[in-house]
């Protein structure tokens, strides 16, 4: 942030400088000659333009308008701009007016040796002049400033720009290493096999839930090979797929397990990492029932609240030490902050004596 900083200065005050040193060299091949009063109102505007144009930066930043801006808010930027423009010629015009920076006119002539004194300024001010000047420079200094944010919007996009083929290069390379761990870790061989054990058990006593759970069990299968060709998915999709998940361990601890859901009907088309609901479930399931003996309530709840995706899995249990280190969540965590950049949240904590909750929030684009 404080190198970003750093070269916003240093471009910001060597483009004033370079705008200034274009306009001198300018007046000098066409008037031949530059006058200290002209060279006066330079320093000024350029100054003014540096100090403006450091608080037009302040107030995108403090707006969240920094690019990539959504659509509908360029309206703001624009209206920021204009906003910029009007104090910046009205200040500029001020002081030219009270420092008497404009060259004298008609061969009235004015006193270089300048004394501050109200009465003298007020005696002296020209509001045909100033106003004149006010409009001239607002037309004229309009379009400097329009210049001025387009390229420090251009600066940013090319800076997103590269920011997201970074990410996405380090997105591939992640998802490549977890697809030969996802059936290991997100779906362990454990879990297969206790899968595969139960619908053996249901071959003889009910042949019709048996080919339910391979149905099941394949859909699992086949999300976790996929997981590694979408970056997001829908929480529908998701739950279908939890929902496989869930029916499967059911038919292992039956009446040890308990689900409920509480899902908001307008999270559901809402866009979320695949696969990641499913691993905080597994983990549910691993330390409420694997770890602690008795019952287990699984609740799923999926609620939009201060326009982030809220998603959480609470189980009965009590949280170790060790609890956050698995791979699971390890790789959540990894995936949230290259796909999010830094604004999702995720936290496993004891919310009650004998409840933990696995929270994910997740900002809405």
């Known amino acids: 942030m404080k190198k970003n900083s750093r070269i ?9 400088f370079s705008y200034a040193l274009t306009i001198v060299f ?3 091949v066409l008037e031949k000659q530059v006058s200290t009063v002209f060279l006066k109102r330079i320093i000024v505007s350029v100054f003014l333009g540096i100090l403006l144009t450091g608080l037009l930066r302040q107030s995108i930043i403090k707006n969240q308008l920094r690019p990539p801006a959504p659509s509908n808010q360029w309206w703001k930027i624009f209206l920021l701009v204009l906003f910029f423009s009007f104090v910046y010629s009205f200040i500029s015009d001020s002081l030219i007016e009270i420092f008497r920076l404009y060259e004298p006119r008609g061969g009235i002539k004015t006193d270089n040796n300048f004394v501050f004194s109200i009465p003298e300024i007020v005696k002296s001010w020209d509001s045909t002049r100033v106003g004149k000047r006010f409009l001239f420079g607002l037309i004229f200094d309009t379009p400097i400033f329009l210049v001025w944010i387009s390229i420090y919007i251009l600066w940013h996009y090319i800076e997103f720009t590269n920011s997201e083929a970074i990410n996405k290069v380090k997105l591939e390379t992640l998802i490549k290493e977890l697809e030969l761990k996802t059936i290991k870790s997100q779906i362990n ?4 096999f206790n899968a595969l054990n139960s619908i053996r058990a249901l071959v003889d006593e009910d042949p019709q839930r048996a080919r339910q759970a391979i149905t099941e069990l394949s859909n699992i299968l086949r999300s976790s090979i996929q997981v590694d060709k979408v970056e997001v998915t829908s929480l529908e999709k998701e739950l279908a797929i939890v929902k496989d998940y869930l029916a499967l361990e059911y038919i292992r601890f039956a009446d040890r397990l308990q689900i409920v859901y509480e899902i908001d009907e307008n999270t559901l088309q809402n866009q979320l990492p695949p696969m990641m609901l499913q691993t905080l479930v597994e983990n549910a399931i691993k330390h409420g029932l694997g770890k602690q003996p008795g019952n287990c309530i699984i609740k799923i709840v999926s609620k939009f609240e201060d326009h982030k995706h809220v998603l959480k899995v609470v189980n009965t249990g009590v949280l170790q030490s060790s609890d956050n280190d698995g791979f699971g969540l390890q790789s959540t965590r990894e995936r949230l902050n290259i796909l999010y950049r830094g604004e999702a949240l995720f936290e496993i904590y004891q919310c009650e004596p004998t409840q933990v909750t696995a929270k994910l929030v997740i900002p809405i684009h």
């Open 8 to 16: 916003f200065w240093i471009c910001q005050i060597a483009g004033w």
């Open 189 to 192: 061989p454990h879990f297969i």
């Open 26 to 28: 300018f007046a000098y």
